[in-house]
């Protein structure tokens, strides 16, 4: 079974154009193999890229939101063409088993259709005015920036979850994944980089990025006011540095949080339906689910 492992993941990273040397070390949590390393991004690197993805935004913002929906839609075919592959390196990087990896990359999928079809329904109101001949219009304008901050149980979707709507509504994506899980998110920026070329040059350069590193990273994306939205996924000890940080420059946050959850039973339940959740919770997902 080690060797499996070994062996499988240094071709799942040439399919991807992928390479494991550098400094931050990743391991696999099944055997503790170490795979290799990745060279983290700096402080300069993250405000360069945030720069580049705000040059981005200008110009993604002009393009109808119709033709942004069909990059994403692209996005989706590429996830469905390498739907085996992403799911076993999730697998191998995060530990879950394959069926929740495939499930995974299916929810990514999934959120791809579902924004291709908010691409064409970006409505706004037409509101009755009490002045004679006037008319009141709504219309929702794209945010700009938006950071992903992801945690290394759900490594790809909570990623897909963000940018597929982002990138519809006219937003452009700088993505921190968790240290532990950086070469998915690298796998990941590869097959949008796939459909970013079949989409053509209507996609500007700088639309979307990775940055491996640590907290540092994680913090130089917050702190920076370009980024006008931060999504964050993780522990409750981090969305309250987040929050606030955030809310200080008049940015945006939306924040999903958690940690070590308890489950609690009541004396009046009925203890087979508590068992077969409690032990849902437990080791679905290898135990690293939201309802743990």
Do not use: Y
């Amino acid at each position: 079974e080690d060797a499996r492992f070994k062996h499988a993941f240094l071709p799942l990273l040439d399919g991807f154009g992928l390479s494991i040397n550098g400094s931050l070390t990743v391991s696999s949590p099944i055997d503790g193999t170490t795979f290799g390393g990745i060279d983290p991004a700096t402080e300069a690197d993250t405000n360069a890229a945030i720069e580049r993805a705000h040059a981005a935004f200008l110009a993604w913002r002009q393009i109808p939101a119709p033709r942004r929906g069909e990059l994403v839609r692209l996005l989706g075919a590429r996830l469905r063409e390498n739907k085996d592959a992403l799911a076993r390196l999730v697998t191998i990087e995060c530990g879950k088993p394959i069926s929740e990896g495939l499930g995974e990359v299916q929810e990514m999928i999934d959120i791809c259709d579902f924004a291709v079809g908010l691409s064409r329904q970006l409505h706004g109101l037409t509101i009755a005015s009490e002045r004679p001949g006037h008319r009141m219009m709504e219309t929702w304008h794209p945010l700009g920036v938006v950071g992903v901050i992801s945690a290394f149980n759900f490594p790809v979707a909570v990623w897909a979850w963000n940018a597929a709507l982002a990138l519809v509504c006219g937003n452009a994506v700088v993505w921190k994944p968790s240290e532990k899980t950086p070469f998915t998110a690298l796998a990941v920026q590869s097959i949008l980089d796939r459909a970013i070329a079949e989409f053509g040059a209507d996609a500007p350069a700088g639309l979307s990025s990775v940055l491996v590193g640590k907290a540092d990273i994680g913090a130089a994306l917050v702190d920076n006011s370009l980024v006008v939205l931060v999504s964050a996924t993780g522990s409750t000890r981090m969305g309250r540095i987040v929050g606030p940080k955030v809310a200080a420059r008049f940015g945006r946050s939306l924040l999903e949080l958690g940690g070590n959850n308890a489950s609690i039973v009541a004396p009046s339940t009925d203890l087979e339906l508590a068992l077969r959740a409690c032990a849902f919770g437990f080791m679905g997902t290898t135990g690293q689910r939201c309802t743990s």
